[in-house]
């Protein structure tokens, strides 16, 4: 159930370039790791460790570096993966983590296997 923090967060997002995948007007998360991050991170804006805009203005970087890309080099597009990116950017940039403590917990962890 979301509350009113969340309810803001998602409905800020939508019809934007930041906006999350949707199925039937539903948020859609095609593993169980998409909805793990996407509660996390709205979880840790809500406690105060970062502003929710600075979150998605990192977000919609992380869009557009991807978009940037030449076309042989981007990696499959991954909406979570993105977000992932922004949120570990918005962490460090806030210092909620270190660059020492990211590095040592996503030390050979593919992001594929945060279920």
């Not at 080099?73 to 993105?82: I, K, V």
């Amino acid at each position: 159930m979301f509350t009113r923090f969340e309810e803001y967060a998602a409905s800020q997002m939508l019809g934007h370039a930041d906006s999350p995948p949707r199925s039937h007007g539903k948020l859609f998360f095609a593993e169980a790791w998409q909805r793990q991050l996407f509660g996390l991170t709205l979880a840790v804006a809500k406690q105060g460790h970062f502003d929710w805009e600075d979150f998605r203005q990192h977000l919609i970087e992380s869009i557009g570096d991807w978009e940037r890309l030449d076309c042989a080099a981007q990696p499959p597009w991954d909406y979570y993966e993105r977000f992932f990116g922004a949120l570990l950017q918005v962490l460090e940039r806030q210092q909620v983590v270190t660059e020492g403590e990211l590095a040592w917990v996503l030390a050979d962890r593919p992001l594929r296997s945060h279920e």
